[in-house]
């Protein structure tokens, strides 16, 4: 059983391989690209006015204080991008995770996923009411959850418990991309995935380590869609619907992975 926990372990280290294959990884680097110039200019902004305020404010006889304060600002940037860095990649990045789940998929088995004939208010519609459902189910298991720490003998294994749920919450996050293109409900998806349950604390968990390395946690998001993508493809996908030719550029070790997945 402890297997599965390092396949899904594993699946995030193939979703890092895939986000840099020809067709793949423009869905990666475009977001990043976008993420690192905005904090380029946001930092380039901050350091000129700060410059320009601590000209203003430093009398002459304090200028030795420059050496102290331009370290001090820079350790405060780095901080603020080690922690907003990722929610900011999130958001812009967002746009660009359905799509890629879908690329990754026709990546691994050749087979296009049909587009929806709704129209695109109901897809929104059912967007929102998906989401109002994960904050709902997160609210409801993170309140005890949080309450245990609070509470004397029980609070020494609240870490732990809350560590499996944030795994559970990460593996159910992303595994919504791949599921979701194919419109299985936030209900079926934990249901599925419930079948499943460690592999996707393996994959929840290895996401949640990671996220938290800097550098690392910049390629965080789309290597997770892809992994997601790679775990629905090859154990969570209905069989029947995962046979099909290799896709013109799947490379011949991924076929061969796919084969034997």
Same mark, same amino acid.
């Given at each position: 059983?402890?297997?599965? !926990? *390092?396949?899904?372990?594993?699946?995030?280290?193939?979703?890092?391989? @895939?986000?840099?294959?020809?067709?793949?990884?423009?869905?990666?680097?475009?977001?990043?690209?976008?993420?690192?110039?905005?904090?380029?200019?946001?930092?380039?902004?901050?350091?000129?006015?700060?410059?320009?305020?601590?000209?203003? @404010?430093?009398?002459?006889?304090?200028?030795?204080?420059?050496?102290?304060?331009?370290?001090?600002?820079? !350790?405060?940037?780095?901080?603020? !991008?080690? *922690?907003?860095?990722? @929610?900011?990649?999130?958001?812009?990045?967002? +746009?660009?995770?359905?799509?890629?789940?879908?690329?990754?998929?026709?990546?691994?088995?050749?087979?296009?996923?049909?587009?929806?004939?709704?129209?695109?208010?109901?897809?929104? *519609?059912?967007?929102?009411?998906?989401?109002?459902?994960?904050?709902?189910?997160?609210?409801?298991?993170?309140? +005890?959850?949080?309450?245990?720490? @609070?509470?004397?003998?029980?609070?020494?294994?609240?870490?732990?418990?809350?560590?499996? *749920?944030?795994?559970?919450?990460?593996?159910?996050?992303?595994?919504?991309?791949?599921?979701?293109?194919?419109?299985?409900?936030? +209900?079926?998806?934990?249901?599925?995935?419930?079948?499943?349950?460690?592999?996707?604390?393996? $994959?929840?968990?290895?996401?949640?380590?990671?996220?938290?390395?800097? $550098?690392?946690?910049?390629?965080?998001?789309?290597?997770?869609?892809?992994?997601?993508?790679?775990?629905?493809?090859?154990?969570?996908?209905?069989?029947?619907?995962?046979?099909?030719?290799?896709?013109?550029?799947?490379?011949?070790?991924?076929?061969?992975?796919?084969?034997?997945?």
């Amino acid at each position: 059983m402890i297997t599965q !926990v *390092f396949v899904g372990v594993n699946h995030l280290l193939r979703g890092f391989k @895939l986000i840099h294959r020809p067709g793949l990884r423009a869905y990666a680097y475009i977001p990043l690209a976008i993420n690192t110039l905005l904090f380029s200019i946001l930092i380039w902004l901050g350091a000129a006015q700060f410059g320009a305020l601590i000209d203003a @404010l430093l009398p002459p006889w304090l200028e030795w204080l420059h050496w102290l304060l331009w370290p001090l600002f820079a !350790v405060t940037m780095a901080v603020i !991008v080690f *922690f907003i860095f990722s @929610l900011i990649a999130n958001l812009i990045g967002a +746009p660009f995770n359905g799509p890629l789940a879908k690329a990754v998929e026709y990546h691994l088995t050749g087979q296009e996923i049909q587009e929806s004939s709704t129209t695109l208010l109901r897809e929104a *519609f059912s967007a929102i009411w998906m989401e109002l459902n994960k904050i709902s189910y997160f609210a409801l298991r993170a309140i +005890p959850l949080l309450l245990l720490f @609070l509470i004397p003998g029980l609070n020494f294994i609240a870490p732990f418990l809350w560590f499996a *749920f944030s795994a559970w919450m990460f593996a159910l996050e992303y595994m919504d991309y791949p599921m979701g293109n194919h419109k299985i409900s936030f +209900p079926q998806q934990r249901q599925q995935l419930q079948q499943h349950r460690l592999l996707g604390l393996g $994959f929840g968990g290895a996401t949640l380590f990671a996220t938290s390395i800097p $550098f690392v946690n910049f390629f965080v998001m789309p290597s997770a869609v892809a992994g997601a993508t790679a775990l629905w493809v090859t154990h969570l996908k209905p069989r029947h619907e995962t046979q099909a030719q290799p896709s013109a550029f799947q490379s011949p070790s991924d076929q061969q992975e796919s084969s034997i997945n």
